[in-house]
């Protein structure tokens, strides 16, 4: 049964993340996102809103910060549960645009790998962390269903939008598997090369070398 969610509650939103979201690729049995940063509320209500959508933002607001705060002590079904709650009582919002994003984290752990895409291709974000990293977990989300294309577009993608050390290098990583995967090991050692030349010092700078040391 879904977390009630109650609008009275201390508001303490920077807890969603940290553990939230564990993707695991088909070609490499480790983690590969750690979205380790507080979600931005940026950009959403810089329209006029009469008093009747003020109430509604003002409440979505509240629902989606009490459950982002409690969502690690949570059962993932009862988060899920949650998440989609706000989705159908405040679509349009702020707060279900999260909500989107988070459902999508979470189906994702749960290998059901079309509702994730399903949710994350809803998500609208502009920022330079967390966009991009919903971006490049909707592309492994299409790595995991083999529609390489997509994925590999939009891990490119992400990586382009972010272009920071925090993102950048990991997406290029991931489209080198799958390059790796489909045979292509010329272009998966491009991007290896990539980012050791260009992201020399990113957490997986090292995986790159390494790779690049067994194809001499």
């Known amino acids: 049964m879904s977390k009630k969610i109650k609008k009275d509650e201390p508001i303490?939103?920077?807890?969603?993340?940290?553990?939230?979201?564990?993707?695991?690729?088909?070609?490499k049995k480790a983690f590969i996102i750690a979205i380790l940063a507080i979600f931005a509320f940026v950009g959403?209500?810089?329209?006029?809103?009469?008093?009747?959508?003020?109430?509604?933002?003002?409440?979505?607001?509240?629902?989606?910060?009490?459950?982002?705060?409690?969502?690690?002590?949570?059962?993932?079904?009862?988060?899920?549960?949650?998440?989609?709650?706000?989705?159908?009582?405040y679509n349009g919002t702020n707060a279900a645009n999260k909500a989107?994003?988070?459902?999508?984290?979470?189906?994702?752990?749960?290998?059901?790998?079309?509702?994730?895409?399903?949710?994350?291709?809803?998500?609208?974000?502009?920022?330079k962390i967390i966009a991009p990293k919903a971006k490049q977990l909707l592309g492994n989300c299409y790595s995991q269903?083999?529609?390489?294309?997509?994925?590999i577009r939009l891990i490119l993608e992400a990586a382009s939008l972010a272009n920071n050390v925090a993102v950048t290098p990991a997406c290029w990583r991931d489209v080198a598997a799958m390059y790796e995967a489909q045979g292509k090991n010329d272009k998966a050692m491009n991007l290896y090369k990539k980012i050791k030349d260009?992201?020399?010092?990113?957490?997986?700078?090292?995986?790159?070398?390494?790779?690049?040391?067994?194809?001499?």
């Open 44 to 89: 959403f209500n810089a329209f006029n809103e009469d008093a009747t959508e003020k109430k509604e933002n003002t409440e979505a607001e509240a629902a989606i910060a009490n459950i982002e705060a409690t969502w690690q002590g949570m059962q993932p079904q009862a988060a899920l549960d949650s998440f989609l709650e706000i989705i159908d009582l």
């Open 100 to 127: 989107h994003f988070y459902a999508g984290i979470i189906y994702s752990q749960q290998e059901n790998y079309e509702e994730a895409i399903n949710h994350l291709s809803k998500y609208n974000g502009s920022d």
């Open 145 to 151: 269903i083999e529609d390489y294309d997509n994925a």
């Open 12 to 27: 303490a939103p920077d807890q969603a993340l940290s553990k939230a979201e564990a993707f695991v690729t088909k070609h």
């Open 198 to 216: 260009e992201y020399p010092y990113s957490p997986v700078a090292n995986e790159a070398k390494v790779k690049l040391n067994a194809a001499k």
